[in-house]
RNA sequence: GCGCCCAUAGCUCAACCGGACAGAGCAACGGCCUUCUAAGCCGUGGGUUGCAGGUUCGAGUCCUGCUGGGCGCGCCA
């Protein structure tokens, strides 16, 4: 419909530049917007204003004349010039009611579209280091990449999902070395644990799980252990220098071997607790990527000799450098440290060379606001290695700032005070962290408030959509009780959906026609938000809707109509709710 | 100090590419269950869109400068 009126209205944009009214080179975009008032009609164009100037005439008298040169057409029953020279369109009712059922029809598809073409994306989101359980704040960048995803997909596009995996690094071996030290402990050794070292309660777990296993195999005593390493912060030391000495302790006295099987312990217990507990929230991927393989596949290597032999890097100070100022960086960045050992970015750049040769046409970065600060110089990075700028994307999450009433709960993995995914999902349930998680824009920060989130979880309004889509099973289930009502008859009821002439029922019309549009929107912006705020709306629109009419009438042809339009209520509220990952119960 | 993000009703937030009277929920107050689920509906009150300029037919939206908040600025990961 949208398209036919644009076709009308560039129809008559021509008429009027032949006519000589607008120059013939004016060319403006046209845009049709739905309209929010219904005394607006279905449509509205601005033509008018936008060639007001260059017709040097008021809107309005351009509006007439605009409106003057406009085809017919048999679903276009009004166009009326409204405010200072809106040209609204009133669209015939069969028109609006059509949808119905093509919804029916189409169920589950109603809404998709195949705009993205099949082209191959990425989305990769979460990544949180394999050092601990997920916590609330990796919730929402959950929540936001997999929906996004889901949206990605639901336009077209081959998606993706991707968990990059941190399983290098120093934080690696400070966790492997807490496991070994809390090994100790529950080996009967008495020690006192690092400042800097992972102190939370799953680590214990692990490490009593490790020792049932394997009985005092890995014990050294802890006076050998601790033998001349440096004083921890607490002590007047370094806190760093003191877990590194650690570190190195622990790859000595238990070998390189032993130590690699602490290692991968901690790692694959934590990986496999992180993707159980996603999986539970509803959020999965078909890649989890590991860092790791960067180094031992070479590609860490062959990153870094693109770089220079693209003339991008320098030696200084005995360290190689990424000339990333070149291309808007604030400062250049490290690669390769005075000890040869590559940094962090390094990794970095061999990853997003990597993504880059894997055909993706596009790449959607989805970071917590805290790496904002990366995004140059990756950008910096996909030029210098002679990709296309266009191809990446980055969308930040902001925090979520967590409150327990008034107070403030600050979060750290580091010294285990976290409030974790996990018991965010079992205080308030899947649905309605997945819901409230994307609710608002991701850009916006946002205030979660546990205690009310869990004390007031039925006002969350995740409900009220949910409800909206379980009263329609209801009604369903009331009809088929019935012994004197017929049963649902879908062809009557589409044939009479014209005689719904309520304005509640036209609000639904309009509502159900807007979905595929806002679920475009939503998706090419990356904003699932969009989705929730319609849901709402949509739901909102059925509860009056229900509250005014009695869907179950004596008349059958009203009854049937009534029930098809429900139907297609139901369907949406579902297509909807799958996309942000929430379940639309029958009964609630 | 430099950079990025943000500021809308008492609170939490919407507002489609710059459009019509800035909208919801919560909180407050008043109504609606012998009738398809009251996790619902209807009604009332609530605003100088942080401040000051600018761009234009039109600005919450774009530009500049301020104020206030979040985050980032390592050869850490």
Known sequence: MKDTLLTLLQQALTQLQQEGMLPEDFQPQLVLERTRDPAHGDFASNLAMLSAKVAKRNPREVAQAIVQALPAHPQVTKVEIAGPGFINFFISDSA?????????????????????????????FVSAN?????HVGHGRGAAYGASVAALLDAVGFDIEREYYVNDAGRQMNILAASLWLRYLQACGETLVFPSNAYKGDYVQTYAQSLHARVGDQYRHASA?????????????????????????????????????????????????DIQQDLSEFRVTYENWFSELSLSTSGAIQTALDKLTSGGHTYQAEGALWFRSTAFGDDKDRCLVRDNGISTYFASDVAYLDHKLQRGFAKVLYVFGADHHGYIPRLQAACQALGHDLARLDFRLVQFAILYRGQERVQMS????????????????????????????????????????????????????????????????????????LSALDTQQGLAHLTALESEYEKNLFSALNHYPEVLTRAAFAYEPHQIANYL?????????????????????????????????VRQVLANGLSLIGVEAPEEM
């Open 413 to 484: 993995t580091r010294s285990g005070s976290f409030v974790t995914l996990r018991e965010l999902r079992d205080d308030v349930g899947t649905d309605a962290a997945r819901y409230y998680y994307v609710m608002r824009k991701a850009d916006q920060h946002m205030d979660f408030d546990l205690e009310l989130a869990k004390s007031q979880s039925k006002d969350n309004p995740v409900y009220y959509i949910q409800y909206a889509h379980a009263r329609v099973c209801s009604v369903l289930r009331k009809l088929e009780a019935s012994e004197r």
């Open 224 to 272: 050998a252990v601790f033998k001349e390493i440096p004083a921890d912060e607490p002590q007047g030391g370094d806190k760093e220098a003191h877990i590194d000495a650690l570190i190195a302790r622990a790859q000595t006295l238990l070998g390189a071997e032993a130590y690699q099987e602490i290692f991968n312990l901690g790692l694959n217990a934590i990986l496999q």
């Open 536 to 568: 709402q709306e949509l739901a909102s629109d059925f509860h009056t809707y229900y509250n005014a009419v009695k869907v179950l009438d004596e008349d059958a042809q009203v009854r049937n109509a009534r029930l098809c339009l429900s139907l297609a």
């Open 96 to 124: 609006l009611t059509e949808v119905v059922g093509r919804i029916l029809q189409q169920g589950a598809a109603f809404g998709r579209s195949d705009l993205g073409a099949g082209q191959k994306m990425q989305v990769e």
């Open 130 to 134: 394999p050092t601990g359980p997920l």
